[in-house]
């Protein structure tokens, strides 16, 4: 089922519940009762724990979508890097060269293709990409330049094949979850309470008041969704793509 039919029924689900429950709490309302004896504390409460939760949500998103910018950053570095390697090499000896070459496409085409749907799917890197990559590196430091020109490309090689390595680490560290548990139980019961201090102010039935309690709670579940969409940066809706790679090199989706 797609994400965001599940975020569609979830909304829908939502707002029926809180629609439902407040047209069963007015029945058992007689009509002579008034809404404006509402207790001041009751409307400085549900105005607090609103605001208190806005912060809240609001902390959770942008750590979340912070997570997601950075990860795709890691994508950044790595492609820009090897690109770096795959470039420079043209100092080196055409049969060195193409080597080299030929192992970054490789590796390359593997990250595209198999490498990343086994991060969506299981949430790790491959072995077969980490061999790639070493293979890479051994390409580079096995060499040894013949030429002074070719040792000036020697350290700057070695220096974009660590900063590549250093990428990959980095996008191994994202490809999981990163809220705690315990954060996804307060934005949750948040949530419930917000929510159902809403019932607190004895709104009434009518078309305003129900069509702004259903979109208030539409909004919330909106937004808990959009939290757990990216917290996964490379699994979910939101998610960081392969674009880098396939900039640099256009030929390693096919």
Known sequence: MSEWLVLTLAMVVVCAVVLAVTVLQQRRIGDDDD????????EYMTMMIGVVYAIVLGLAIAGVWEGRSAAQDHVRNEAQALHEVHERVR???????DRIRADVDTYVSHVVTTEWRTMKNQGQLTAEGTRLLDKVRHDVT????KTDFEAQAYQPLLDQITAADDARNARADSTG?????????GLITGGLVTIGMVFALQIRRTARELILAGLFSALIAFLLFLVWDLDAPYSRGVAATVEPFLMLFPHAGG
């Open 35 to 42: 809404p404006s004896e509402t207790p001041d504390v009751i």
């Open 91 to 97: 100092v080196y000896p055409t049969a060195v060269r």
């Open 142 to 145: 096995d060499y040894q330049p």
């Open 177 to 185: 979850a990163t809220m705690p548990g315990v954060v996804w139980f």
